[in-house]
């Protein structure tokens, strides 16, 4: 159980959060523990190596392009979204006009009022489950942008 102690400090003394006095504890006992001094020492060689990697600066044609980019998403995003919001607004209503008019007609058979209700709400209801497992999977399958079927 130790030694899991001084792992934690092997963190926070790499991340550069340990106070002095863990400093100093952890720096003790790695004199007498050679597989925290070997992952110390591999710690810091990492740390050296990545301290010598720079990120490549972009030029202004790409930062552009990138934004340019952004924007034509953001855009089209919304504008899929409105269309959809709109014709779903519109095919349900459509759909109580529809119900309305069919319930209300006398002449109609009870058996084919209640047929037809039941096909409506049978294909909304799997209309939003459908549209509710899309949303729910585009928001946490963190393979869908990679996989094209």
Same mark, same amino acid.
């Given at each position: 159980?130790? =030694?899991? =102690?001084?792992? =934690?400090?092997? /963190?926070?003394?790499?991340?550069?959060?340990?106070?002095?006095?863990?400093?100093?504890?952890?720096?003790?006992?790695?004199?007498?523990?050679?597989?925290?001094?070997?992952?110390?020492?591999?710690?810091? *060689?990492?740390?050296?190596?990545?301290?010598?990697?720079?990120?490549?600066?972009?030029?202004?044609?790409? &930062?552009?392009?990138?934004? =340019?980019?952004?924007? *034509?998403?953001?855009? &089209?995003?919304?504008?899929?979204?409105?269309?959809?919001?709109?014709?779903?607004? @519109?095919?349900?209503?459509?759909?109580?006009?529809?119900? &309305? +008019?069919?319930?209300? *007609?006398?002449?109609?058979?009870?058996?084919?009022?209640?047929?037809?209700?039941? %096909?409506?709400?049978?294909? %909304?209801? @799997?209309?939003?489950?459908?549209?509710?497992?899309? /949303?729910?999977? &585009?928001?946490?399958?963190?393979?869908?942008? +990679?996989?094209?079927?």
């Amino acid at each position: 159980m130790r =030694h899991e =102690h001084y792992k =934690h400090l092997l /963190l926070r003394v790499v991340d550069g959060v340990a106070s002095d006095a863990e400093r100093a504890e952890f720096e003790a006992y790695v004199r007498s523990c050679d597989e925290c001094r070997r992952e110390f020492g591999e710690f810091k *060689n990492l740390e050296e190596l990545m301290s010598t990697v720079k990120l490549k600066d972009l030029s202004e044609d790409a &930062r552009t392009a990138y934004w =340019h980019a952004f924007y *034509n998403r953001l855009e &089209r995003g919304t504008g899929w979204i409105l269309l959809s919001l709109g014709a779903i607004l @519109l095919l349900g209503f459509g759909g109580f006009m529809l119900i &309305r +008019e069919f319930v209300i *007609n006398s002449t109609v058979s009870i058996i084919l009022k209640v047929g037809v209700c039941a %096909v409506l709400g049978g294909f %909304v209801i @799997l209309l939003v489950s459908v549209l509710k497992e899309r /949303l729910f999977v &585009r928001k946490y399958d963190k393979y869908s942008k +990679e996989v094209k079927l």
